[in-house]
């Protein structure tokens, strides 16, 4: 059975401690594959991404050449009705066009902390493994505290050996006054200059 791990976020920009993590993952979890899935629409956040879906997928694609299991997917682009780009909604889609395969969510704690806020949080858990991604000495009491049945804590899984996390905020501002942050790998890099983004 194919194990494959989904990388999910705005990646705008994607960086180098995003690469950082889903090598991590797939080490650590035997992942024969790690889908980056850039999102169309955040249903959490207000604020849009700058760049463009096609420019942050086109980014993304240059950073899965990094590792021979990353692959850039479209799978979470945005939806034609305009409404927002929903985890289930995902997760459903792939078990239903790709039969035989295990799934796994790659997340922040943060944002797995967050989710009885997501869409049909009660069955997440049933369509995929979730690899939390937390940080030494991260207290294992707030999950805990989440009210899980033993059979949904038993398909979540930490990823505590990550270094300090890459603000992509503080990578936007230092793009915008014309800096080359050592985060950003070299082609992304040349891609927003050809394409002026950021500033």
């Given at each position: 059975?194919?194990?494959?791990?989904?990388f999910g976020g705005t990646f705008d920009p994607p960086h180098?401690?995003?690469?950082?993590?889903?090598?991590?993952?797939?080490?650590?979890?035997?992942?024969?594959?790690?889908?980056?899935?850039?999102?169309?629409?955040?249903?959490?956040?207000?604020?849009?991404?700058?760049?463009?879906?096609?420019?942050?997928?086109?980014?993304?694609?240059?950073?899965?050449?990094?590792?021979y299991r990353f692959v850039a997917s479209g799978a979470d682009?945005?939806?034609?009705?305009?409404?927002?780009?929903?985890?289930?909604?995902?997760?459903?889609?792939?078990?239903?066009?790709?039969?035989?395969?295990?799934?796994?969510?790659?997340?922040?704690?943060?944002?797995?902390?967050?989710?009885?806020?997501?869409?049909?949080?009660?069955?997440?858990?049933?369509?995929?493994?979730?690899?939390?991604?937390?940080?030494?000495?991260?207290?294992?009491s707030r999950i805990d505290a989440m009210g899980l049945t033993?059979?949904?804590?038993?398909?979540?899984?930490?990823?505590?050996?990550?270094?300090?996390?890459?603000?992509?905020?503080?990578?936007?501002?230092?793009?915008?006054?014309?800096?080359?942050?050592?985060?950003?790998?070299?082609?992304?890099?040349?891609?927003?200059?050809?394409?002026?983004?950021?500033?």
């Amino acid at each position: 059975m194919r194990r494959i791990g989904i990388f999910g976020g705005t990646f705008d920009p994607p960086h180098s401690g995003h690469i950082d993590v889903a090598k991590a993952a797939a080490d650590s979890f035997a992942l024969s594959e790690v889908w980056w899935t850039p999102v169309g629409r955040q249903p959490l956040k207000t604020t849009p991404p700058q760049a463009f879906y096609s420019q942050r997928l086109a980014m993304v694609r240059m950073v899965c050449e990094a590792d021979y299991r990353f692959v850039a997917s479209g799978a979470d682009a945005p939806r034609g009705d305009g409404q927002p780009n929903f985890t289930i909604d995902l997760l459903q889609t792939l078990h239903g066009e790709n039969p035989g395969c295990s799934w796994w969510n790659i997340v922040g704690a943060d944002s797995f902390l967050d989710l009885p806020r997501w869409k049909y949080p009660d069955q997440l858990l049933n369509f995929a493994q979730w690899i939390v991604v937390s940080r030494p000495g991260f207290d294992l009491s707030r999950i805990d505290a989440m009210g899980l049945t033993s059979a949904q804590q038993s398909r979540v899984h930490l990823l505590t050996d990550i270094e300090e996390p890459i603000s992509a905020t503080d990578l936007r501002d230092a793009l915008k006054r014309g800096e080359h942050p050592a985060a950003v790998p070299p082609p992304v890099l040349r891609y927003i200059e050809e394409h002026g983004l950021y500033r």
